[in-house]
DNA sequence: GGTTAATTTGAACATTCATTCAAGCAGAAG
DNA sequence: CTTCTGCTTGAATGAATGTTCAAATTAACC
């Protein structure tokens, strides 16, 4: 064997944060070596090219989001109750200073168009969000209405990954979100979290 | 005066539509030229950059949507059924081959980053829209509850230009607007825009 | 018709891009 | 200690990037 293998799961939390924040076209692979402190030649052994490193930087996004979603989902009082807690998160989040909006949805706005691989692997992952919502409502609503509500879940979490950029204050945010999403237990969610 | 002076609107048009799909970093200059069919002096003697260039297709696009907006708003038999008809058509026309989002939104998510100029710009851009919104509907609505039917409104645009991807049937994004906007008037916009 | 001024031209610029590869190096195997 | 193996190194590659500018072109003016 050689010298010592780098952290490989360090050096995809670091371009994940590059591509997140610069996009696929904003970030170059000068920016990537700087970011990961590693030498291109590493960088094209282990991932192959620039494409292959934002692969495993989506793989990487989605799955976390996926499990932090599992997590707050599974430790509500209800699915209902998770979703409110979930989505206010993500309000808060898009006020602190250095919001990036979601991975998933930057890359697939900025990919669509090429429609290559990059860009079906993103659907994909958002489609299996949906899916995990729609499973999880079904705990509670019969399934025509569980995948009616995950999709208007997504719809809303997609509205505020964009409108979080206008800096508006989260009041204003979360009663649209409120207003759009009546069949969801705000009010258990204000006593939960607190507000 | 020198020979004749090449079409700006054509050539400001032709900018719009190239950097809509690819992006500001994903369109190259040369794909200007090519777009455009003009040569590189005479597009850097009138617009100074490549900045300069996109922020005049944004302007284009802005404006063009704003007046696209009112129209529909003017015609319709009120100003919750032009909203309606305005949705089914956007939601209408993410099905349609080579859909390409909003270039709005897909410059908000791409320059954010940045935070220069045409970030401060874009913001502009959709907070006029958003005014749009408001004004119109506090000719049937109190003032606030007029706003925050507007930021509603936004939202489920954003999502809609973001979801319109994922290649859902249109029924069921519409139901899901349907459900996030119940006060709107739905069943006049059946009648009024067919189905 | 000759002069002027505005506009287009397109090759050339330095820089940055993604990518490669021969040389260097550290641990494992004998 | 020597050999072998495979990861790391980082300068170098050619292509593509955004931008410039001197020369060519053309319409308007006297």
Redesign the pocket.
């Known amino acids: 064997?050689?010298?010592?293998?780098?952290d490989r799961e360090q050096v995809i939390q670091d371009c994940t944060q590059l591509f997140w924040q610069k996009g696929f076209?904003g970030?170059?692979?000068?920016?990537?070596?700087q970011a990961t402190?590693?030498?291109?030649?590493?960088?094209?052994?282990?991932f192959?090219?620039?494409?292959?490193?934002y692969q495993a930087a989506l793989e990487h996004y989605a799955g976390q989001s996926q499990a932090a979603l599992c997590q707050i989902l599974e430790a509500a009082p209800s699915v209902g109750a998770g979703i409110c807690q979930h989505l206010r998160r993500m309000i808060e989040a898009s006020e602190k200073a250095g919001y990036c909006s979601c991975f998933l949805v930057k890359s697939q706005l900025e990919l669509a168009a090429t429609g290559g691989d990059l860009h079906r692997r993103v659907c994909a992952y958002l489609t299996e969000i949906e899916d995990l919502y729609a499973q999880y409502l079904e705990r509670d609503y019969p399934q025509d209405q569980a995948r009616q509500y995950a999709t208007s879940v997504m719809m809303h979490v997609f509205g505020i990954r964009v409108y979080g950029y206008l800096e508006r204050d989260r009041d204003t945010l979360l009663a649209a979100v409120k207003g759009g999403l009546p069949w969801l237990p705000w009010d258990s969610c204000d006593q939960a979290a607190g507000s």
């Open positions: 064997m050689a010298r010592v293998q780098f076209s970030a170059s692979m000068q920016n990537v070596v402190g590693l030498k291109p030649g590493s960088l094209y052994l282990a192959g090219s620039k494409e292959g490193l």
